[in-house]
């Protein structure tokens, strides 16, 4: 199984647009296709894919902002699930 290598500086993908839906009270992907609903977590990780920040400043900022410590692997783990399924680029 060979690794999935990660931009250094994610971007999310020109194909969805992130929002938030105040019906549903949640932050979605939007797509040509339909709509991904996201849980919390990985919506302040998305938020923060602008292409501009690392990996490194995206875990900084959220273990800053949320008070938490070694979240770096499930950072990691959504930025990699998020590149196949063609989110990040």
Do not use: H
């Not at 410590?69 to 990699?80: D, F, K, M, S, Y």
Request: glycine share 6%; with cysteine; proline share 6%.
């Amino acid at each position: 199984m060979t690794a999935t290598t990660l931009p250094d500086q994610p971007r999310l993908s020109r194909k969805f647009r992130l929002q938030y839906e105040e019906v549903q009270q949640r932050w979605v992907l939007l797509y040509p296709e339909g709509m991904v609903q996201l849980n919390p977590s990985a919506a302040e990780i998305l938020k923060r894919c602008d292409g501009e920040r690392s990996i490194d400043a995206i875990v900084g900022e959220l273990e800053a902002t949320f008070n938490a410590q070694g979240i770096a692997p499930e950072v990691r783990n959504l930025l990699e699930e998020g590149q196949r399924r063609g989110w990040i680029e």
